[in-house]
């Protein structure tokens, strides 16, 4: 089911400037101010920092963001901490999200200061769903979810060490309160988890009791009486299986095959992890398949329903635009000015009908008429056009090279993997002759349909890939054309002139780059936006690759399914399947590569380290490599 279009936050500022939420006729902190009620309530309250002392990862779950002072004053004590955890994560929670004047008048003046500029340049869009903001180089990591708590929370896949009850008061806000949310809060605390809060309401203190939680009062702050603190300590700690309860392994070395985009990405999210990464490919050097085209796009869709595939791609290119923020154009040739895709069947006003329909914010997408668009583009476009202003174009060779150069990434070339065995806890790899190239306990399948032989090696079935064949054409010399331009193929300008594709043949196997091709790539793009390629072929350029992707055109990632049938048959959820230990796919990313691997890669990484899951529950089983089985047994059972 797709989530209810947001509502960002309403703030009354009073005289004092004070802020306050009319709608619930509160205030957003006590009279000792925001930062002291988040030192002595929330961090003391927790034991904080004292129990994060020397932990690998420490995890806080939050509900009720606000205007983000906790994690400003948590932010703050885990950077002045000598015995701070290597990586701090913090999922936050929020119905109604600050715009971003509103987050900037808030910490005016503040203390720390140097950290909410940080926060408020990686403010995202207000757009529902999870937006994963990463600070101190990925060591600490703020996973915002944008949307009503009480369907939200049951979604998120995370194990908290700590907790910071927030929101307005319980009998003006009884939904951030409720039973059902604190119970859903118990099944995600790690053993020996905390929590703290202002309130002492009755109905929080028996509802932390049945939700596993011994609490006691604490006295108050700032002229407040008393607060509450509380340890999770249930009778009996029930199995967590819904949603998933990701799991954490002390020994932090993978194997990654295949150094494309999504090889590359996955193996970046491992390495800030702390896991010992090698990656291993039959071609000599990274990118060497279809990740080595020259140039290509990211961005997102939008959707009449905002079903799984929107919801996906929304985040996805979120994520991609928020990493390129971070990366200099010298070093991933890139640009982030947005991208105009065309609209060749619904009218500019039900175009603007479906944004409003699903709350989508101007800084995500907007709906522009031809001439609008066409001043974008900086060209006469034929038709209206989505502008997506967070979309862009970027070097997918540029940017693998730059996640492979990720601390503990050792990269090994020319190697080509033929087989999969797996010994005393151990993926071991073999090449020619079975001599063993690597082995970790864990091991991502990263090549697209070359994972089908390797699985095979191991006696598990290989994926369901359709792969078809794609030619990309640039030439040289200066373009009119200011953004790229998607729709009946793409248009982008670079700095190596402008390139446009790409074809689609299916059954073709030719690597030659054909002028026929070219041809029909440049018919497009003078449908698309007026251009005409050079006469002269000299200066046609291009490149052959395949594209990889599954019959549902989702991608596949995350852990292989167990090789029993048997086994898997009766089950009708694919969180509930089991699974080969260690062994997970990256594959299937279609045309798509650039929006997608960033955030699947982390998304691997987090179900192989047991962080926090930077998607929704429904956005995780709808890229499961397990939903084709458990589709198969639904069929039957039917």
């Not at 939680?213 to 008393?226: C, D, M, N, T, V």
């Not at 799984?308 to 928020?322: N, Q, S, V």
């Not at 693998?400 to 033929?418: C, D, K, M, N, Q």
């Not at 059954?507 to 449908?527: I, K, M, S, T, Y």
Request: charged residues 20%; glycine residues 12%.
């Amino acid at each position: 089911m797709s989530p209810p279009p947001l509502t960002p936050a309403r703030i009354d500022w009073g005289d004092d400037g004070t802020p306050r939420a009319p709608d619930y006729d509160d205030a957003y902190h006590g009279r000792i101010g925001a930062r002291e009620q988040a030192r002595r309530v929330f961090l003391a309250g927790n034991g904080l920092p004292a129990r994060w002392a020397g932990r690998r990862d420490f995890t806080i779950a939050e509900t009720g963001f606000g205007l983000g002072h906790n994690f400003i004053a948590t932010w703050a004590a885990w950077r002045n901490d000598p015995a701070r955890p290597a990586r701090l994560h913090m999922v936050s929670i929020d119905a109604h999200p600050p715009r971003r004047d509103d987050l900037a008048r808030a910490h005016q003046g503040q203390p720390d200061g140097e950290l909410a500029a940080q926060l408020l340049a990686a403010w995202p869009p207000l757009a529902p769903g999870l937006h994963r903001l990463d600070f101190e180089g990925g060591a600490l990591r703020l996973l915002l979810a944008f949307g009503d708590v009480q369907a939200l929370l049951p979604a998120l896949s995370f194990s908290a060490d700590a907790f910071y009850l927030d929101g307005f008061a319980p009998d003006r806000n009884p939904a951030m309160w409720d039973l059902r949310v604190l119970k859903a809060l118990g099944r995600r605390a790690a053993p020996g988890a905390t929590a703290a809060t202002w309130s002492v309401a009755r109905s929080l203190r028996d509802g932390l009791t049945t939700a596993g939680f011994a609490w006691q009062r604490a006295p108050g702050p700032g002229g407040k009486r008393e607060t509450l603190r509380a340890t999770h300590a249930p009778r009996r700690r029930e199995p967590n299986v819904t949603p998933e309860a990701p799991t954490a392994t002390d020994e932090r070395r993978a194997v990654v095959i295949g150094a494309g985009l999504a090889g590359a990405c996955t193996a970046a999210a491992l390495s800030s992890l702390g896991f010992q990464v090698t990656v291993i490919d039959r071609l000599d050097q990274p990118a060497g398949g279809t990740s080595g085209n020259p140039a290509g796009l990211f961005h997102a869709t939008v959707h009449g329903d905002d079903g799984p595939h929107a919801r996906l791609f929304r985040a996805a290119a979120l994520h991609t635009a928020r990493l390129l923020a971070g990366l200099s154009p010298a070093q991933v040739p890139h640009g982030r000015d947005g991208l105009l895709r065309l609209e060749l069947q619904l009218d500019i006003q039900s175009m603007r009908s479906r944004i409003a329909r699903l709350g989508l914010p101007a800084d995500f997408v907007q709906a522009l008429p031809a001439e609008a668009a066409g001043t974008l583009a900086g060209l006469p476009l034929p038709a209206a056009a989505w502008f997506y202003p967070g979309g862009g174009w970027v070097s997918p060779p540029a940017l693998v090279r730059e996640r492979l150069s990720a601390p503990g990434i050792r990269f090994l070339g020319g190697t080509e993997a033929v087989a999969l065995r797996r010994i005393g806890g151990q993926w071991q790899v073999l090449g020619a002759g079975d001599v063993p190239l690597a082995q970790a306990p864990h091991l991502v399948l990263a090549n697209a349909e070359h994972a089908g032989p390797l699985l095979a090696s191991a006696g598990l079935p290989p994926p369901l890939l359709q792969r078809s064949r794609g030619q990309v054409s640039h030439f040289d010399g200066p373009t009119l054309l200011r953004l790229p331009v998607a729709g009946d193929g793409y248009a982008l300008p670079w700095p190596g002139g402008l390139l446009c594709g790409a074809t689609s043949q299916e059954g073709d196997e030719d690597p030659a780059v054909r002028d026929d091709d070219h041809r029909a790539n440049f018919v497009r793009l003078q449908r698309l936006c007026g251009l005409t390629a050079p006469a002269d072929p000299a200066r046609w350029q291009g490149r052959v690759g395949w594209r990889v992707q599954a019959a549902d055109r989702l991608p596949l990632a995350g852990p292989v399914p167990a090789r029993s049938d048997a086994t898997i048959a009766p089950v009708d959820q694919v969180r509930r399947l089991p699974r080969e230990p260690g062994l997970h796919l990256a594959v299937g990313f279609g045309a798509r590569g650039l929006t997608l691997a960033p955030l699947l890669g982390e998304l691997v990484a987090a179900r192989i380290a047991g962080t926090p899951l930077p998607l929704e529950q429904a956005l995780v089983d709808a890229v499961d490599p397990g939903r084709f089985a458990v589709r198969a047994f639904r069929n039957r059972a039917a």
